[in-house]
């Protein structure tokens, strides 16, 4: 069985405020089960990047290969998500 990694995904910008009243440095710790409190529309924005972190994966882009980053799709509130491995 692959080694399972938690993330975290913290709202690092949230510049037009957020309808479910997110705001920046709120986040998510994910470990076995979908977080409680993340709305759906985030959550299905950042699922590839929390499963590719989850499981050991990295991104292509950018120099921490532990971060990965992605945006609500929501187009009147433009939150910017951090997701990052925790490695223990």
């Not at 990694?5 to 997110?22: I, L, R």
């Not at 980053?69 to 951090?82: I, K, Q, R, T």
Request: a positive charge.
């Amino acid at each position: 069985m692959a080694r399972m990694f938690d993330v975290a995904v913290t709202v690092k910008s949230a510049p037009n405020g957020c309808s479910q009243g997110f705001k920046e440095g709120d986040g998510w710790l994910i470990k076995n089960r979908t977080p409680e409190g993340m709305c759906l529309p985030a959550f299905g924005a950042m699922y590839r990047q929390i499963m590719t972190l989850r499981y050991g994966g990295a991104s292509p882009f950018g120099e921490d290969k532990d971060v990965m980053w992605g945006v609500c799709p929501d187009p009147n509130h433009c939150l910017v998500y951090e997701a990052k491995r925790i490695r223990k």
